[in-house]
């Protein structure tokens, strides 16, 4: 592929970045508000917040409880105990 770049202009270039450095001046937050700051950028807002709180309360709902588990397992011993079966 050529990207219009001569061997030798492209060796200029791999020397010239070598003695920059740009890895060691990449810029980003370094403070823990600014991290929150950069973080929050993704969110546009709008539905998405609201579509993941209902799916978050609907499995929730979903869920049976440890007690709707036991209480049905105790009732059906009792069932199967006293021929109610």
Known sequence: M???L???RRALKAALIQQ?????HSTGPRTAAGKRA???RGDKGG???MMREMAR???E????SFEDIFLDDMLE???NENGFA
């Open 57 to 59: 309360f609907q499995r």
């Open 77 to 79: 011993d009792l069932k």
């Open 2 to 4: 050529n990207n219009g």
């Open 38 to 40: 950069s973080a929050q």
């Open 6 to 8: 001569t061997p030798e």
């Open 61 to 64: 709902f979903d869920r049976p």
């Open 20 to 24: 920059w450095k740009p890895w060691e």
């Open 47 to 49: 539905m998405r917040g």
